[in-house]
């Protein structure tokens, strides 16, 4: 069966970024100029994505304004003549895509958001794309899954190796084989694990792909780490039953989860941007040299 419907939980509190996220959805951060959320929703297009659905909580109508059109803004731009623009704000509208929109009352973990997916995805595999984490690749990331998919027919979600100091930052697997290149068989899937507990250092980034059986368990998940429902914990349960593959990605991932992989981010992306790469490549190399001198001025006189 064709994967064609994708899930994009974004009901989380922003906590990491307040004040800003205080009035504005944390999904709303741009990269530069390009709010994280269209990054998602532009891989999800690319990988032939034609259904998706935002899990959303409160204060999140952003979103939904950002995906509509503004015909106010648009017959500004008209009237200005500034096409350029005008079709900057006439890709966000995602053509050629439907978004459906639902809430998720309660902050009680990612299973429990993507347990709100049910009616939405019925009986198909699906993609699940956390706003975290931006990928880039010359095949992007999930259409890597959904080709897999196609060999396998079973679940597979993205991993790759992170320090390891920072697993438990992540949801980690147990690796029991490598099947064929970068494609693992699991024996556990571990939420967040102590880092002398980890099991290995390759970490669950923000990409699934699942079959639909995944509703099943997790209507009967219980809380796991932080009291929340986690997928990870849905998803050791569903490979008990069928069999879930790990893929190793070996593009570059940007995590814009917290703010000093944000600012990176932005630093990244700003350095290709058309507009601004040049200026800010100069201001860079004119900071990193400020920073140098200060660094030597500090150093005591060697004697
Ligand atoms: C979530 C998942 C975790 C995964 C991570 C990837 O955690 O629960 O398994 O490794 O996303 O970004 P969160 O970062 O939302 O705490």
Redesign the pocket.
Known sequence: MKVRKAVIPAA?LGTRFLPATKALAKEMLPIVDKPTIQFIVEEAKASGIEDILIIEGKGKRSIEDHFDSAPELEQNLQQKGKTKLLNLVNQTTAAGLNIYYIRQPYPNG?GDAIRYAKSFIADEPFVVM?G??LMSDEVPLTKQLINEYEKTHASILAVKKVPHEEVS????IDPQSEVDTGLYNVNKFV??PAVEDAPSDL????RYLLTPEIFDVLAKQKPGKGGEV???DAIDTLNQTQRVFAHEFKGQRY?V?NKFGYVRTNVEYGLEHPEIKDELRAYILATADRLRKEDAAKKPAKK
């Open positions: 989380g990612l956390l975290d984490d930052a992540y949801g980690v939420e967040k970490a669950i980034i923000g986690q997928l990870t995590d989860g």
